[in-house]
């Protein structure tokens, strides 16, 4: 049987975890998140969200025609989330041109050196990362403070839907990859799981 998305979730569990569940989020459901922890995950996620956009295009550029429908509406969401980022930084007086974090660096330059992966790694990276958004901003579920619009953004059932959607086509990817394929995208997705368990830390250790 090939690799699946679902089995790396659950051959990687404990990682899985900790890439979804921090004391970040919990800081957001709980509304004793610090300003400064908070506004450096979202100058962070901004400089983030910028170069996965370079990501989503080269994924696009390699995707088979069929997967084009669900890779556009993700291009689409993101041009929305991208001038989402700036007026929440304006809001908030935040400077998006700081310069990225290492825990953000790192995870910048790891996407970059998957733009010229083959198709199913790219693919596996692309889901694993936007799955771990939606679980760990989900699993919140619907608040009454100031992180509720944040949760949602990344929890409502949509976005779980475009996320089974890229999960159906990542396995489809690896149903026809060759066994090196195969080992990057397993890296790839255990490195997007610490990576994004970084991130969450790299934002809570601020100040
Ligand atoms: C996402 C994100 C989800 N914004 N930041 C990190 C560190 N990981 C995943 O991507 P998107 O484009 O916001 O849905």
Redesign the pocket.
């Known amino acids: 049987m090939s690799l699946t998305c679902e089995k790396l979730v659950a051959d990687n569990a404990e990682m899985w975890r900790s890439a979804t569940i921090h004391p970040f989020l919990d800081g957001c459901r709980d509304g004793t998140i610090r300003l400064d922890q908070f506004h450096t995950w979202l100058v962070q996620?901004y400089r983030?969200?910028v170069e996965?956009?370079r990501f989503?295009a080269r994924l696009l550029a390699d995707a088979p025609v069929p997967h084009f429908d669900t890779l556009l509406g993700g291009l689409q969401?993101?041009q929305d989330?991208l001038t989402w980022f700036r007026a929440k930084a304006e809001e908030r007086d935040l400077d998006l041109s700081t310069p990225p974090l290492p825990g953000?660096q790192k995870?910048n330059a790891m996407m970059a050196e998957l733009h010229d992966a083959a198709y199913p790694v790219k693919a596996t990276a692309f889901w694993a990362?936007?799955r771990?958004?939606n679980e760990a901003w989900g699993r919140l579920g619907a608040l009454d403070n100031a992180y509720g619009e944040f949760a949602e953004?990344?929890g409502n059932e949509g976005?779980g839907e475009y996320v089974r959607a890229l999960a159906l086509q990542a396995d489809e990817a690896l149903a026809n990859a060759s066994a090196d394929e195969v080992a990057r995208a397993t890296k790839a997705f255990v490195t997007v799981a610490d990576?994004?368990q970084g991130?969450w830390q790299m934002a809570f250790a601020a100040g």
């Open positions: 996620d983030f969200v996965f956009t989503a969401a993101l989330e953000c995870y990362i936007e771990a958004y953004r990344w976005f990576y994004e991130f």
